[in-house]
């Protein structure tokens, strides 16, 4: 049976991540929802890039901007 990413994700709700996004930023904030597109809501953001780093607040990103995603406090395991 295929999981679906997005019910994945939605398990993160509430949890810190990480984000890798497509322009090479990175963002970091508390993941406050996803939605079928896998569109984000992040709140308290920071944004990082080579050159610095500054606090965003909340942000929406959409889906098909996030390379990676990851979430140090998070384990996904396959639901039974």
């Known amino acids: 049976m295929a999981v679906n990413p997005t019910h994945l994700v939605e398990r993160l709700v509430s949890q ?6 497509k322009d090479t930023r990175q963002l970091t904030g508390k993941l406050m929802g996803v939605d079928e597109h896998m569109n984000l809501v992040l709140d308290e953001t920071d944004e990082t890039t080579a050159e610095m780093s ?5 942000v929406v990103l959409r889906g098909s901007n996030v390379v990676t995603l990851h979430s140090p406090q998070g384990t996904l395991t396959k639901p039974t």
């Open 16 to 21: 810190r991540v990480t984000l890798l996004l």
């Open 54 to 58: 500054r606090h965003l607040g909340r």
